[in-house]
């Protein structure tokens, strides 16, 4: 499995960016439930490339695999809410959080 996904095509509810998105779109505020939570976020095709690294093992008959996989970054890779709100604030300075 993978952990906190971010990437095009995710338009669900109750998710920092396609709500951000939305939001900004729509001229109005996000309102940030946990600013200071912590997350390993990762790009789909971060963890994309992990699925089709571990397809192509078990393909060859690397049955070693064959096992449970959490694709993601390690905890030294986790940020907060509000660092990736920021990161996005440099490239897009018309969001709004609250």
Do not use: K, M
């Not at 109750?14 to 200071?36: K, Q, W």
């Amino acid at each position: 499995r993978a952990g906190n996904v971010i990437g095009g095509g995710d338009w669900s509810e109750d998710r920092l960016i396609p709500d951000l998105v939305r939001a900004t779109g729509n001229g109005t505020s996000l309102s940030i439930r946990s600013p200071h939570a912590t997350r390993p976020w990762q790009h789909v095709l971060e963890s994309l490339s992990g699925y089709l690294l571990l397809g192509e093992r078990l393909l060859t008959g690397q049955n070693a695999f064959a096992e449970a996989w959490n694709f993601g970054p390690d905890s030294h890779g986790n940020r907060s809410v509000s660092d990736v709100l920021g990161r996005i604030a440099e490239s897009w300075p018309e969001i709004r959080c609250t």
